[in-house]
Structures are given as C-alpha cells and as structure tokens.
C-alpha cells in the first residue's frame, strides 16, 4: 500500500529505479566490448527512455507500428517503460551485434522474471536464431520452439522472421518440414 504521504513523483521514481534495475540486471555480464559501451551510455532511465523512443520509431518506420504500440504501451498512467520492452530492447541489441547466445539467455531470465514476450520479441530473437543457425544447430529447433509459440498464443509473426526460419528449417531439416510450419503460419 502507498504512503500517503509520498509524492506522485515518488511511485514514478520508484518504476523508473525498477526498469533500470531491469536493464542493469540483464547487461550486467555483457562480454562484447562495444555492446558493453552502447550499454553504459544508457545507464540512466532518460537515456534509456530516449533510446527506446529511437526503437519505436525505427520500428514504426518499417512498417510495425502495432507491434511498436504493444512493446511501448506504458505499465502505468505513469508512462514508464514496461519490463517486455527493456527486455526487447537488450535482447534486440544483442540480436544486431550477431550475439545469439547473449539475447537466448535475456529471454530466459525474462521469461524467469514472470514476464511474457510481445510478439515483436518472439520476431527478434527468432530472427536471430534462424540467422544465427549455422553457428550453432541447436538455434534452428529454438526458433522453431518460439515460432509456434508465438502461433499458439494468437501472435502473428512479421513475415521477416517467418522467411528466415523458413529458410533455416528448409536447410537444416528439409523442405517438407518448413512447409508444415508454413501451413500453421497460414492459419
């Protein structure tokens, strides 16, 4: 229960100290050394916030103005960034610096953390995964996994991440099974 004697301030404060503790929590073991730079520059909540204004217009930009809307839309009156998009945002950064590994394990400690992925999410890392298939194999059946999953929670994948998993699956396994995920897309 909120004391009656704090200020408005104080709860945004408070959601502003969260995220941030979200975004430190989940760059904290960064290895690459210019991810690790890009990182610090965002090491306060406006700088994050400015950063995730950046994602959302590049996004709406090309061409996916409703999944910018669903990953951005504030966790309160209060126009904080939510944890979905904090995650995102790292698992996104790790995706374009070709660190597959990295952005896997910040899926995973946010689906610990009790938060579900938006579908802009699911279309990061499963792009990532597919694209990143050759380094290691494993990445086409976890792209696979999430590209499901994303179906079977009514959450229609950008036609990007379909093509790519697509080809991934047609080259690793073989046409017939990339044309069963086709179907499902189809759906």
Same mark, same amino acid.
């Given at each position: 229960? #909120? ?5 408005? $301030? ?20 960064? #290895? ?13 909540? /406006?700088?994050? $916030? $400015? ?5 959302? /217009? *590049?996004?709406? $930009? *090309?061409?996916?103005?409703?999944? %910018?809307?669903?990953l951005f839309k504030p966790r309160s009156e209060l126009a904080v960034l939510p944890d979905v998009a904090v995650f995102t945002i790292v698992i996104r950064c790790y995706a374009y610096a070709g660190r597959t590994k990295a952005a896997l394990k910040v899926y ?13 999410? @699911? ?21 696979? !996994? @999430? ?5 079977? !929670?009514?959450?229609?994948?950008? *036609? %990007? ?12 396994? *073989?046409? #017939? ?11």
């Amino acid at each position: 229960m #909120e004391d009656s004697t704090s200020s408005p $301030n104080s709860t945004s404060d408070d959601l502003k100290k969260h995220v941030m503790k979200v975004f430190k929590d989940s760059t904290h073991d960064c #290895e690459d050394i210019f991810l690790k730079k890009q990182f610090e520059m965002l090491c306060d909540y /406006d700088s994050l $916030n $400015n950063y995730a204004i950046l994602v959302f /217009d *590049s996004m709406a $930009n *090309s061409g996916m103005p409703d999944e %910018a809307k669903e990953l951005f839309k504030p966790r309160s009156e209060l126009a904080v960034l939510p944890d979905v998009a904090v995650f995102t945002i790292v698992i996104r950064c790790y995706a374009y610096a070709g660190r597959t590994k990295a952005a896997l394990k910040v899926y995973h400690s946010m689906l610990a953390s009790a938060v579900a992925p938006a579908s802009v999410t @699911y279309s990061i890392l499963i792009t990532a995964l597919a694209k990143d298939s050759s380094s290691d194999v494993t990445f086409v059946g976890y792209a696979k !996994k @999430y590209f499901l999953e994303m179906l079977d !929670k009514g959450m229609k994948p950008h *036609s %990007a991440s379909y093509t790519t998993v697509f080809d991934a699956i047609a080259c690793r396994e *073989s046409v #017939e099974k990339a044309r069963e995920l086709q179907l499902m897309w189809l759906k």
